[in-house]
């Protein structure tokens, strides 16, 4: 077997990229504090289709060198917005018809292996900050929570992983 070269790849540019049909999916970052963490989630963003990323609290907002460094560019095609106040955020979307999923761990959470999906329905996912996580408030106000089972000795994934692992997850799930 032989590696590709980029050229190979017949990757979509940005335009095309702003045109393709979109996977129902949107991402909000709530108070990230690492600017490679939320390049990262840019860069998974674009290989996904996500519809847009929310970037809300304390959460940088492109440009910057360093969410550059990770996102590759991604910040020039996936759509985000900025939001000062995530629980505000989160209400607009219900009332939009946005089914809103908490990625946290929490009293009856929904393992993500377990999580159906509506494909009909548009989902926005929310990943929280690296100490403190989602905040209470969006939790209490989501549709519901998800929560990626882990079987080692560490309590938690890092918010780049773990949205890797949810956005692949509900992509597949989205696209059947």
Not at 64 to 78: F, M
Not at 89 to 94: A, C, F, I, N, S
Not at 112 to 137: I, P, R, T
Not at 150 to 167: D, E, F, M, P, R
Request: hydrophobic share 40%; net charge negative.
């Amino acid at each position: 077997m032989r590696k590709l070269r980029n050229s190979e790849l017949e990757r979509l540019d940005v335009e095309a990229f702003k045109e393709v049909k979109k996977t129902p999916l949107i991402v909000i970052l709530d108070n990230i504090r690492s600017l490679n963490n939320i390049g990262s989630v840019f860069r998974t963003s674009d290989a996904f289709l996500i519809e847009k990323i929310y970037l809300c609290g304390i959460t940088a907002c492109p440009p910057h060198k360093d969410i550059q460094k990770t996102a590759l560019g991604a910040t020039e095609s996936v759509v985000w917005e900025y939001e000062e106040d995530t629980l505000e955020l989160v209400k607009r979307l219900q009332e939009d018809g946005v089914k809103v999923l908490s990625v946290e761990q929490a009293e009856n959470a929904t393992m993500l292996n377990d999580f159906k999906v509506d494909s009909d329905q548009k989902y926005a996912v929310v990943f929280g900050n690296e100490v403190k996580g989602v905040s209470q408030k969006v939790v209490s106000a989501s549709d519901n929570v998800i929560e990626i089972p882990q079987y080692g000795t560490k309590h938690s994934l890092n918010i780049a992983v773990s949205a890797g692992v949810v956005i692949w997850d509900l992509f597949c799930k989205l696209s059947k």
